[in-house]
């Protein structure tokens, strides 16, 4: 009888053990997949500060101890140059600017009138908030998984709630130790994040100056960008400067095909090899000769009521990009994939840079964005001679559609309009291909009806933006100058295109575009 009541009592310290066991284990999975449920379930938390609003919230937890945080910038995700403690860390999206407040607004007078930084506060609030609410989440994403779980296994009601009350009291401590004890920091370091370039170490661009000249009057729309813009490969504009040819301009640009329309004079300042730093924002040098920064040049065009940029594809190496697709086996090899992202989220830091300085521009013209064509279409067949494959189309064109995604947000973070060129149907190896193929003076570029597309694009965004303006009049305090009378520079911000083809514009008859020397 000793023997058998010692056998059952073994037993049943056995099954105690194995019970209390994978009750713990239940707490800890369930505790577990609650925060990290939280973390992505969590709405993030807007703030709004000088012009600039951010959502704030949480990258998902690791168990390091420290590392950067994330600027999730035009849905491209950069790491933050401050790094902060603990498993879970900030995680900030810049989702709209308002430029004309950015900097006056950046700071406030504030009980002795000390200068406070607002944005730096807004952000530690931020992420209280969120902390509060992702705690609770938690608690209820890992009660919910605790009940089913036990449902399943038809434990009693009292067991049921003995392990609701662990998991929570878990999830609660895990919160306390991963967000308010090793994680104390953060709010301080959000308090020392003045301006979002603190956030990403980068080095704001200088404000480009007007280039030195008289004004350009007549203008009524400026183009700048790089090589596409310029209509590369196709002829040369009539009496061309030698800027014109070392830049490439072609009189079948789709700035020439705009102004032809519309009856306008367009000023067409891109230039082949051109990037945001290296030809819009600053000089470049091409040929021994020196293009001044286009924007410089574009301010000198004070009556103009559009810009329309092109840019992008030399920021990210792109020619070098396909260049290397066609020559390698494949092209989404890690190598090729990890220097993709990285010159991805270099040029999103430099067009924020272009977004800011296009919308300080003073006389306030209406911004179109001109997004990339796809050159490759459904049939690859006779490109197989230069190595292009469609699987390497293919990888291609999604990385132009993550680019042109960068175009597309930012464009949209500022109010600005986007161009969609379609060339469906008139890719390459297709009957009538809109793109140059690997015989043309320049592959991959727009033939004369490519650049004959992107103009209708660029017309159609245009045509947008003014229907948009004259259905929400109450937008603007006074009308920008329409394009056929150019005037002084206006203060007022809403953007005002210039007419559409069917407008009755006051160009003298025949005007096209036109190019200028270098100032």
């Not at 300085?357 to 279409?377: I, K, R, S």
């Not at 015989?439 to 229907?467: R, S, V």
Request: charged fraction near 15%; aromatic fraction near 4%; proline fraction near 8%.
């Amino acid at each position: 009888m000793r023997l058998v009541r010692w056998t059952d009592g073994r037993a049943r310290w056995l099954r105690r053990g194995r019970n209390l066991l994978l009750a713990a284990v239940l707490v800890a999975v369930a505790g577990a997949a609650g925060i990290w449920l939280a973390v992505r379930l969590t709405p993030m938390q807007s703030v709004a500060a000088a012009g600039q609003n951010v959502q704030v919230g949480a990258v998902q937890p690791d168990l390091s101890r420290s590392g950067p945080g994330e600027l999730n910038l035009f849905g491209e995700a950069i790491p933050t140059q401050p790094r902060f403690d603990g498993p879970i860390r900030p995680k900030l999206m810049l989702s709209h600017i308002t430029l004309d407040s950015q900097v006056d607004q950046a700071f406030h007078a504030d009980g002795d009138n000390a200068l406070v930084p607002m944005l730096s506060r807004q952000l530690a609030a931020g992420w209280k908030r969120y902390c509060i609410w992702e705690s609770l989440v938690a608690a209820g994403c890992a009660g919910v998984i605790t009940i089913a779980v036990a449902g399943i296994g038809r434990t009693s009601p009292r067991t049921m709630l003995t392990l609701l009350a662990a998991t929570l009291v878990t999830v609660s401590a895990a919160n306390a130790a991963g967000v308010y004890l090793l994680a104390s920091g953060t709010p301080r370091a959000l308090r020392q994040v003045h301006t979002l370039d603190d956030l990403v170490g980068r080095t704001r661009a200088a404000p480009v100056p007007a280039a030195k000249g008289p004004a350009l009057p007549g203008i009524h729309a400026v183009v700048i960008g790089d090589s596409t813009a310029a209509g590369i490969g196709n002829p040369l504009v009539p009496h061309p400067t030698a800027l014109d040819r070392t830049c490439g301009r072609s009189s079948d640009s789709y700035a020439e095909d705009l102004a032809a329309a519309n009856r306008w004079k367009v000023l067409n300042l891109a230039c082949q090899g051109a990037t945001v730093s290296d030809g819009i924002l600053g000089v470049q040098v091409r040929d021994g000769k020196v293009a001044p920064p286009q924007l410089a040049v574009a301010q000198r065009a004070t009556g103009a009521s559009a810009v329309i940029v092109s840019i992008g594809a030399n920021d990210m190496n792109w020619g070098l990009l396909t260049g290397l697709c066609a020559a390698a086996p494949v092209c989404d090899d890690d190598a090729s994939t990890a220097y993709f992202k990285e010159e991805l989220a270099g040029f999103t830091q430099d067009y924020l840079d272009l977004l800011e300085q296009l919308a300080a521009l003073p006389h306030h013209p209406a911004v179109v964005l001109n997004e990339y064509y796809d050159p490759f279409g459904p049939d690859t067949a006779c490109l197989a001679k230069d190595g292009i494959t469609r699987e390497k189309a293919d990888v291609l064109g999604s990385r132009l559609s993550d680019l042109n995604a960068v175009l597309e947000r930012g464009a949209a973070t500022f109010h600005f309009a986007v161009a969609r060129p379609g060339f469906a149907g008139h890719q390459l190896c297709s009957k009538q291909p809109f793109v140059q193929d690997a015989a043309g003076k320049a592959p991959l570029h727009p033939t004369a009806a490519g650049e004959l597309a992107i103009a209708l694009a660029d017309q159609q965004a245009l045509d947008a933006i003014e229907a948009d303006r004259a259905a929400h009049p109450d937008r603007a305090a006074s009308p920008n100058p329409t394009p056929s009378t150019p005037s002084t520079p206006t203060t007022q911000s809403t953007q005002s295109p210039p007419p559409s083809p069917s407008g009755t514009a006051a160009a003298a008859p025949g005007a096209t575009g036109v190019t200028v020397p270098a100032p």
